[in-house]
């Protein structure tokens, strides 16, 4: 069984609603947790450190960027960061009704991958991300997705977020996606409209 390292915070005592945050490379799970303050308290939230140690920080996979759609790395090994994520959810999450991801970069990548083929999954928020297009059996055709993205962004650039909106929105998906006059992170008029769609879910 994996060793899993994870801040959590429990707001609710209804096991209604979860979060499950997911860094992005080079990071590690207090980063997206800075977020804890402004969670609506109806949620209760884990924050879950990547499994690879890269020295200064954490990365789920190993990644290279490219030209086409935006990063190249071993289809082996995002699957496993999949699983690992996967497995996470399968231990923490068993009493929830409704469980929706937030990842940002890398995490976010992640957070598409995971909510688009797990049905338990109610709900997806995509930070500065990306689709990788290796993986489109898209099975959860209910959750509802947030997305953002700096229109700055010279890390995961703008267009290839936008390519992952309109890929999504050609497969049927309702995607509430937000631009933003930044480069790659999430500043206060982002969360500021993060924290409005958390308000605003249905569930």
Not at 130 to 137: A, G, I, K, P, Q
Not at 164 to 170: A, E, I, K, Q
Request: proline share 2%; aromatic share 14%; net charge neutral.
């Amino acid at each position: 069984m994996s060793t899993f390292n994870y801040e959590k915070c429990l707001n609710s005592n209804t096991n209604n609603k979860l979060i499950l945050l997911l860094h992005g490379y080079g990071s590690n799970e207090n980063d997206l947790f800075s977020f804890k303050p402004f969670i609506p308290k109806s949620f209760n939230i884990y924050s879950l450190r990547a499994p690879i140690s890269i020295g200064y920080g954490y990365a789920w996979f190993d990644i290279n960027f490219d030209n086409e759609f935006g990063v190249r790395s071993d289809k082996s090994d995002v699957l496993n960061a999949k699983k690992y994520i996967e497995s996470f959810l399968e231990i923490h999450s068993k009493n929830y009704k409704n469980i929706y991801l937030i990842g940002f970069s890398q995490g976010a990548m992640l957070s598409y991958l995971v909510g688009l083929t797990n049905n338990f999954v109610s709900g997806i928020c995509c930070l500065s991300g990306w689709v990788d297009t290796r993986f489109l059996n898209f099975t959860n055709k209910t959750s509802n997705i947030y997305t953002s993205h700096g229109k700055n962004d010279t890390v995961v650039p703008y267009d290839i977020a936008r390519k992952s909106v309109d890929l999504l929105s050609n497969s049927g998906f309702n995607i509430n996606f937000n631009s933003f006059d930044s480069g790659h992170g999430v500043n206060q008029k982002n969360l500021d409209s993060l924290i409005s769609w958390l308000n605003n879910l249905n569930t």
